[in-house]
């Protein structure tokens, strides 16, 4: 097993591994060619809309026709049940061990390399009151959240992150400034540090932040760069409010964290971005694709995930301008599709904008 999955905890009993073992493969068949669903379902709104002789328009209408679909129903159903099997097989083994692992976050909070800045006085904005993808007490409300998120995330990424390969591309794939400083990063969001220690391997020199308001999740951030030695600071703060100086980075980065900010806090980022970004220097965003880019499918899931999987900004997101408001805050912007890039899935994309 990899020192990066050693970081991960042991789940109580080996039969919760079997069961998220299963609950992985499960998502697979859900999600990839198993059962199809996605092709399926896209082929039969392109058909559809052959018939009647006009493209969808209104999400609306594409949800009414996916769901008098057999198919659909299954596929809804089974989206959801996952999700659920996943988080309270979580929960339980989790509750199991509940005072060991907090006694573990206490015993790294206080040991190095790299810091820990927490803030006592900090007050979660209601904004950030949700369960996003159905998780049990959202990032925040659990002292163990940042341990379930990790094992949720892995679940998520069906093994294609078990050794942080993903962080490992994206993070590889972010351009650096035309004159070649990268002195300082900024990881807005790193919820557990994946890609703020990915930074520091790609960036050896430099110094590298990641800031999230979430305290257990930095704890967990903060316990896995000091078990892999990666000397990185994690500052427990708002990403619209971060505190650092103007210009202070050369890269600032941000994944999927946008489709999960109100339209208000999306803005008030870019803008933070923009403040804190040194000129020509990057700032680098993954996250949900445009909903004008999307096939049909696409934007009737984006609809299912915010009414039933946590995600209640998100087509809010992808609804918006978002390369409009980075033009807006002063970036140049060099937006592609993900998977053109780094051959991820059409439900992707990336921005790279140079501050100017
Ligand atoms: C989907 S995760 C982001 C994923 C993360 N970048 C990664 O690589 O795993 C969302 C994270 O953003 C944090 N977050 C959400 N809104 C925030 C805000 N306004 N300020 C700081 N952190 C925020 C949450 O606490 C959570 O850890």
Redesign the pocket.
């Known amino acids: 097993m990899s020192k990066v999955i050693d970081s991960l905890p042991s789940l109580a009993r080996r039969s919760d591994a079997a069961y998220l073992d299963f609950v992985e493969g499960f998502r697979e068949f859900i999600l990839g060619k198993g059962a199809d669903f996605e092709d399926r379902l896209n082929q039969a709104l392109v058909d559809e809309a052959a018939r009647r002789g006009q493209d969808w328009q209104d999400v609306e209408h594409i949800r009414e026709f996916v769901q008098q679909q057999p198919l659909g129903c299954l596929r809804d159903r089974l989206a959801r049940t996952q999700q659920e099997m996943k988080w309270h097989a979580l929960v339980r083994s989790f509750d199991e061990q509940r005072a060991k692992l907090v006694g573990e976050l206490e015993h790294w909070a206080s040991r190095g390399p790299g810091d820990l800045l927490l803030d006592p006085e900090f007050v979660p ?1 209601s904004y ?1 009151n949700v369960h ?1 993808h159905l998780q049990p007490g959202g ?2 409300k659990d002292e163990l959240s940042g341990f379930l ?1 990790h094992w949720g ?1 892995k679940v998520f990424f069906r093994g294609d992150n078990d050794a942080d390969q993903l ?1 490992a591309r994206l993070t590889r794939f972010v351009p650096t400034p035309a004159d070649g400083r990268v002195l300082r990063i900024l ?6 540090g ?2 703020t220690t990915a930074f520091r391997r790609r960036f050896p020199e430099a110094e590298v932040w990641g ?4 305290a257990p ?1 930095l704890k967990v951030a903060h316990r896995r760069a000091a078990m892999l030695g990666d000397e990185v600071t994690f500052k427990q ?4 409010h971060t505190g650092f100086a103007d210009e202070y980075f050369d890269l600032t980065f ?4 946008f489709h ?2 109100p339209l208000r ?1 999306i803005e008030e ?1 870019v803008r933070e971005a923009a403040r804190v970004t040194r000129k020509g220097g990057v700032f680098a965003v993954y996250d949900f694709a445009r909903t004008a880019d999307k096939s049909p499918f696409q934007r009737y899931h984006r609809w299912f995930d915010a009414r039933h999987n946590g995600e209640p900004y998100s087509q809010d997101f992808c609804d918006c301008d978002f390369d409009g408001l980075l033009r807006c805050y002063g970036f140049r912007v060099d937006a592609t599709p993900l998977g053109q890039r780094a051959g991820g899935s059409g439900y992707m994309q990336n921005w790279f904008a140079i501050r100017e």
Not at 237 to 240: C, D, K, S
């Open positions: 904005p950030v996003f990032y925040f998120y995330t962080h990881d807005m969001a790193c919820s557990v994946q890609s800031v999230d308001y979430s999740m703060a708002l990403i619209e941000a994944f999927i964290v999960e900010l806090v980022t």
